[in-house]
């Protein structure tokens, strides 16, 4: 049987909204630093004003809902906003190595079929020639500066955010970003993930933000309550924002509150410095990296008593190597399992877990091993291949299940917190006739959908479902009359 991380109830809401909320309840607290550039930082509200002025002059551009639009630059302080930016347009996100040699680029491009691309100085010249062999290229904006395209900061200038306009989304069905596979097994193949993959994956406590005795995180609510947050948080960074696992960090460390510290490149000495200044609590690392930290020398000279925790991805990580480099910076090490089809942390490693062992399966995730050749499951022992998919449960999926019941007036859906499972489904109802009895609910559920998306934290009769002047569900509230 696949095993199951736990239901996991995404709220219907786009990538960009829920950023948006976010932003603006962080405030003026710094979100990203660029180290590499001698600290210079951007708040959330610095974000949120930016990404929409982005999100307008994209309108005023012609761009429509669906259009695509690349991103090719190393990391920098404007990624932080051209990602929501550019989702707020109604358009979809597809990063681009701006190291790629033009044969590369086009591959992707044609597959992808950008409009227009926000492009650093470094890369400008290559992505002139890609241009010049891709009619669905119309338009290049350089970030920095440029005599022969338009500048991004210039543009922005004299954009009014006054003038974007709602673009509606389809969470579980509009596209957010295209990203490249490895290609490990052949050219890069593009991986479409939606705002809910997106969503999904950010509602929870990040493995990177927290320390925690298990993933049982509840899921943040994105209506009227403050998301939990540790704000003296710092997260280190090298990973490139083009790069799948990038997009995932500047979206999650976003969303959850974290400060960002990032560089443009590596080295053992200058992350070390980098950690001390800026007091960093967690270090996103790859392999090649736990190796160096665990070779440095001189490590005594710096003061690293905030760090707490290592996350690792991208390759196993020896027992000997995980035991050596908790022993000699006090911290715990957290290996993580991810693929760039799941858009999500699948597996990783929680306080007590047996270091030899591949950890948790995250919540939100179904699991199981079957054999290459015959695709059956595996028994205990046996070798095969992972396959994942997705257990997230949509709270308005299971509401418009629930509303065609002829006896119901109302209902919301909400998660409740189960010490195994995290959280588990449960509907608020309204009655239209008084008979309406928790089995009839049951049953519409189970006869619609699937096992897991099941009312498994039951079903409780209410006089009202509390909404906001809107019409929006206010689930704070209404979790609070689950859990009362």
Same mark, same amino acid.
């Given at each position: ?28 607290? !710094? ?69 790629? +040699?033009?044969?590369e680029i086009l591959h992707q491009f044609r597959i992808s079929e950008p409009k227009m691309m926000f492009v650093s100085e470094e890369a400008l010249d290559t992505m002139k020639a890609v241009k010049a ?35 509606? #989304? ?18 890069? /193949? ?14 929870? /406590? ?11 995180? +509840? ?31 500047v979206v999650g460390l976003a969303a959850a509150g974290t400060k960002c510290v990032f560089e443009s490149d590596f080295d053992v000495v200058k992350m070390l410095k980098t950690v001390e200044k800026y ?48 022993? +000699? ?56 291949? #992972? ?16 509303? +065609?019941?002829?006896? !119901? ?34 049953? #519409? ?21 509390? /909404? ?17």
């Amino acid at each position: 049987m696949p095993v199951n991380g736990g239901e996991l109830l995404v709220p219907n809401i786009s990538l960009h909204e829920l950023l948006w909320q976010r932003f603006q309840q962080y405030g003026d607290d !710094v979100a990203f630093v660029d180290a590499s550039k001698n600290g210079e930082s951007i708040t959330y509200r610095d974000i949120y004003r930016q990404s929409r002025k982005c999100a307008a002059y994209l309108q005023s551009q012609g761009i429509q809902k669906g259009d695509v639009i690349s991103i090719g630059a190393p990391n920098c302080l404007e990624y932080t906003f051209l990602i929501p930016g550019i989702l707020g347009s109604g358009a979809i996100v597809t990063p681009c190595n701006p190291y790629y +040699k033009p044969g590369e680029i086009l591959h992707q491009f044609r597959i992808s079929e950008p409009k227009m691309m926000f492009v650093s100085e470094e890369a400008l010249d290559t992505m002139k020639a890609v241009k010049a062999e891709l009619p669905c290229l119309k338009k290049l904006v350089v970030i920095g500066k440029s005599d022969e395209f338009p500048a991004l900061h210039e543009v922005l200038s004299r954009t009014d955010e006054a003038t974007l306009k709602e673009v509606e #989304i389809h969470p579980a069905e509009d596209i957010a970003v295209i990203v490249q596979s490895g290609g490990t097994t052949g050219l890069p /193949k593009a991986v479409a993930m939606t705002h809910r993959n997106y969503v999904a994956s950010n509602i929870l /406590k990040h493995p990177w933000t927290m320390e925690r005795s298990r993933i049982t995180a +509840k899921v943040n609510e994105v209506d009227e309550e403050t998301p939990v947050r540790d704000p003296t948080s710092a997260a280190y960074v090298e990973r490139p924002m083009y790069h799948t696992a990038g997009v995932a960090l500047v979206v999650g460390l976003a969303a959850a509150g974290t400060k960002c510290v990032f560089e443009s490149d590596f080295d053992v000495v200058k992350m070390l410095k980098t950690v001390e200044k800026y007091q960093v609590t967690v270090a996103v690392c790859v392999p090649p990296m736990v190796i160096d930290l665990v070779n440095a020398e001189g490590v005594e000279k710096y003061d690293l008593s905030h760090l707490r925790e290592i996350c690792c991805g991208g390759a196993v990580l020896a027992p000997d190597l995980i035991r050596r480099i908790m022993e +000699k910076y006090q911290v715990a090490l957290r290996p993580l399992y991810s693929m760039t089809e799941a858009s999500i942390i699948c597996v990783g490693m929680i306080p007590g877990n047996n270091i030899a062992s591949c950890g948790n399966l995250q919540r939100g995730v179904e699991l199981k091993i079957v054999d290459l050749e015959s695709r059956h499951e595996c028994g205990p022992e046996k070798e095969g291949e #992972i396959l994942i998919r997705s257990a997230q449960v949509s709270p308005a999926e299971l509401e418009s299940v629930i509303l +065609k019941h002829p006896k !119901v007036l109302d209902v919301g859906v909400v998660g409740i917190p189960d010490e195994a499972s995290g959280e588990l489904p449960k509907a608020l109802v309204v009655r239209k006739d008084a008979d309406l009895t928790s089995d009839e609910v049951h049953k #519409i559920v189970e006869e619609h959908l699937v096992d897991y998306k099941h009312l498994r934290g039951g079903v409780q009769f209410v006089d009202r479902i509390p /909404k906001s002047l809107l019409g929006k569900i206010r689930r704070n509230l209404l979790k609070k009359m689950a859990t009362e």
